[in-house]
């Protein structure tokens, strides 16, 4: 592979595994085979399941893993804080990297090693060359990965990820391969949860952009909120490589930007369907004087900066025009001037497509919006304008969302962004990846605190179903066990539960795992965004109502077949 | 600026910026001077301050803001998910972008438009092409930024930037500038808190990799922990890019890896001084035995894995050893092996650098392992072997470094992960950027939520200091007012006070931003990393104690002065 084409995610790691690479190597250990499962222990959010995201991106880290030795390049995950190295810009060949920044015109990324070179300056002195020599020689080409499909409702224990190859290499993906699952997956989740809250008609707008951990937090959150059922992002960047549909319209600054109609350039207007340019300004300034009047707000107490700023943007958006009615009184002036300005673009023959409002008690003032915009509907004869849709933001999270109640249904479109994007409820999924099977023999972390215990050996999961369809069980079995079928009466270990067996009888039977990356490529067909979004709500939808309830659901069970349990409890005895 | 220089950022935007771009255009308002200031409204965590950072970062978008118009190549921020485009790779001049992954060997890439495209694409059709033309010619030659030096000590209201230019440009660079300084502010001012708990000698380390948003989140969290105070991250990419000192040993995947010292390969270590190698696993295996009876250890509970692990560790890297204990029983085998490999070591001249904890009760078990290096060490005539380094980890949060107590003296390092980078007590800073002023006229926003309402105008801030040299007040006043002078008698407004002025005496004064920005170069020379990590501790030192308190502290004195207090009640009376 080209020295462009190279990863430069390889050292997006933790020290720890160049530590055991070379105790594995030096032990001659390095190419044993070894197995490793990426998974969760709890539902994040107190949930009742999560959606599993982030498997393209992790292919394609696997496809380009490797180490650079001499790369004067500044590596591309920084590359948009490169500075130009002198005000004249271009003279250097090696652009500067702006992060450990010193004066003006100094070259800070010069000082930058390659990986290799990074790497043997960070191990204690005294190591082998030779080490370094093989790790050139590392790559993915021989790894093995199978993964539930991406967007699939995964639930603790059952691995996302199996991870296949030589021990040396498979320990070196841990720590990326977890940065790349453990947020996807978390925010889709989270995304999902408000999905189910806000229930299917209405529309939500991701807008987290300014609240996330930099601009590569940004993006994830853009992408798998997507993926979790969102409909739009305010994030252009991730619109221009996602695909994502965008939204947006103004803010504050915006209104607060104009203080008198005098201001307002151009202020001629052409009716939709063609003819004479009115003077707007003075159109809205009639139409708000019969708003006034019917809402029965006081002319004077109406915001001019704001109505300046509404017929503004009217002017240069007529098809479009939305209005952010809270920049100073909502009642008093905000809703009469959009009122104002989109009944006068209505007597041109424009449809205004908005209210917007982003603080106060969203609900409740949503509902006085909406009886205002009735009056003005049935006072105009314009129908359509009691359905003008209303837009809200301020700080949206599950528990304002529930408080939304009956008022809440008066809102067509909510952007949330702090609550998605951060995760307060809980800001991280705590993915691991244990090894799980090395040179053949199965392995496990007995550790005395019985939640981090992990489950040994190489395995094959499957997702059994009842007569309605219903998933109602992920059952856990050695890779080398013969699969369930359907009809079969099956005994289950369920985990966390009574250590007797459970007999089941599954009406379906679903391999949970395919086989996405083989001999240093992706080998399955990989969705596109939007079919990844598909399947999780079509994953979704199946699942039980009660274990998708939010608060208190009942656990979803994960099992063991037995040949699994009693691998389980031989390893436990070994130990003691 | 040639192509391969142009910051790809300039997406990484709402769409709202945009939209209000084309309504200033339209308007012919583009042009006009304005001023936006980026500052938050309370301090995280409910303390008493707070870290600006970012500001380095902002300053590199800035130098490379523009808007490409027909660009092939990946933006560099994803580009380390590259794709090779087919399986012999380097085929097709367009490498391909794995993010809305397709088929393999289709090219995602290939459909990403440029991003004046890509704007005019999201925008309503009918926008004027002539506006597109104008944002081919938009950079940020005509901004100027002044800025609080980056690490210092902040407030609420005081702002950390103050942006200067034409109307639309400033407007642009608003959600960029917020993504690039609210992380990095809250999780330096994160950090700085974890400093303040531990105390100034145990050393800190960042862990967070596999928690963060993403490759991004990652390392910011890494690079502005550091500036918060920590020593070490264990992140590799982080050291490599920023320089900061990494660190890490092993993890229990390498401890299960082994199952029996049979498996140990090479067997044999030198002394330190040179000469004969000896049989290590059975020199170890003795000193085991003798640990166990000092320690009344049953030497048959003891982990023989654990032991080929430790065994394994301490000959590849015997000058650097460093024992995980708790991969089965601390107390009954890690604790025991960590003995026996060290003391073996000890024997040929060599000695352990550490014991490394990741579960239970961190504390309690510290003190009990102390004991035991204690007792190894009197029997064994060891000095040095008491105060063997103990590394603790296992979600430390405040709450459990503070449940430490005295226990916790005999923990010497640190490792946080998820508490660190998520922030879980306040997962997002809210920072905000604000018009103050436009076209000369002090605007400000008069929303009905009080803790929204901005402050109107071109401010210029200064940190009065007492006698003693600690900062007691953050003084706003209008730009063109007169610096205050130490001695002078000042009357001040506090923000969020009583109404009446209060007087004060400042024994020294200093102006709190520097013009970092001008004429599309940064013009101020910029510390390095390691100098912002000292200014922050210095800055954090100059602070009262009263302020520092992690819960409930004195809040610090943000004042304005009469001129802008003036102001922001005309402003206030005028739009009622």
């Not at 920044?101 to 190591?127: F, H, M």
């Not at 252009?236 to 915006?254: E, K, M």
């Not at 509907?377 to 109640?405: H, R």
């Not at 962004?417 to 040179?439: A, E, F």
Request: contains cysteine.
């Amino acid at each position: 592979m080209e020295p462009g084409r190279r990863s430069r995610l390889a050292l997006l790691t933790d020290l720890y595994q160049f530590t055991m690479a070379y105790g594995y190597w030096r032990a001659g250990r390095h190419w044993e085979p070894a197995e490793f499962e990426l998974s969760f222990r709890r539902c994040p959010f107190q949930g009742g399941f999560a959606l599993g995201a982030g498997l393209g991106e992790c292919l394609a880290f696997l496809r380009g893993f490797s180490l650079s030795q001499a790369d004067p390049r500044p590596p591309p995950d920084r590359a948009e804080t490169r500075v130009r190295p002198d005000a004249t810009g271009g003279a250097s060949p090696t652009p500067a990297l702006k992060h450990v920044s010193t004066q003006p015109g100094r070259l800070p990324w010069g000082s930058v090693k390659a990986d290799i070179e990074y790497v043997r300056s960070a191990l204690p002195s005294g190591t082998d060359e030779a080490f370094f020599d093989y790790l050139r020689t590392v790559d993915a080409s021989e790894v093995t990965v199978a993964a539930v499909p991406e967007g699939s409702v995964v639930f603790p224990r059952v691995p996302l990820l199996q991870v296949k190859g030589p021990l040396l290499v498979v320990q070196l993906l841990e720590s990326t391969l977890l940065c790349l699952v453990n947020y996807a997956s978390l925010v889709a989740t989270n995304a999902a949860r408000f999905r189910l809250l806000a229930g299917p008609d209405k529309k939500l707008m991701e807008m987290g952009l300014r609240r996330a951990q930099g601009p590569d937090g940004a993006l994830s959150a853009s992408k798998y909120s997507y993926v979790g059922g969102f409909d739009f992002t305010s994030n252009v960047l991730a619109g221009q490589l996602y695909g994502i549909p965008v939204r947006g319209t103004v803010a504050h600054s915006y209104v607060v930007s104009f203080s008198a109609l005098a201001e307002v350039q151009p202020r001629m207007l052409a009716p939709r369907a063609g003819g004479e340019p009115v003077d707007f300004p003075c159109l809205a300034t009639t139409w708000l004087e019969r708003a006034c009047q019917l809402l029965r707000v006081p002319r004077e107490g109406v915001n001019e900066g704001e109505l300046a700023a509404f017929v503004s943007y009217a002017i240069t958006f007529p098809c479009s025009f939305q209005g952010l009615v809270d920049t100073y009184s909502v009642m008093r002036s905000g809703v009469p001037n959009f009122c104002g300005v989109a009944l006068a673009l209505a007597q041109l023959g424009y449809r205004a497509i908005g209210v917007r409002l982003d603080s106060g008690d969203l609900a409740r003032q949503a509902a006085a919006i909406r009886r205002m915009l009735r009056a003005c509907s049935v006072q105009f004869q314009l129908p359509w304008f009691e359905a003008v849709p209303i837009a809200v933001s301020n700080d949206v999270s599950e528990q304002s969302l529930e408080a939304f109640g009956t008022e809440g249904s008066d809102i067509d479109m909510i952007g949330i962004g702090t609550h998605l994007v951060t995760c307060p409820q809980q800001p991280s999924l705590g993915c691991i990846y244990k090894l799980v099977q090395v040179n053949g023999r199965p392995r496990m972390k007995l550790t005395e605190e019985e939640e981090k215990m992990t489950l040994p050996g190489c395995k094959a999961a499957y997702r059994l179903r009842d007569a309605a369809g219903r998933p109602f069980m992920d059952l856990l079995a050695l890779a080398d066990e013969s699969p369930p079928w359907a009809g079969q009466e099956l005994e289950a270990w369920v985990l966390g539960a009574s250590p007797e067996a459970l007999r089941v009888i599954p009406a379906a039977v679903e391999t949970l795992h395919r086989t996405y990356f083989k001999d240093g490529q992706v080998c399955e067909p990989l969705p596109s965004l939007p079919e990844v979004r598909s399947h999780a709500a079509a994953s979704l939808r199946s699942l039980g109502p009660a274990h998708k309830r939010l608060r208190e659901p009942e656990p979803y069970q994960v099992a063991m077949t037995e040949k699994l349990h009693v691998l389980l409890q031989t390893l436990r005895q070994a130990s003691q």
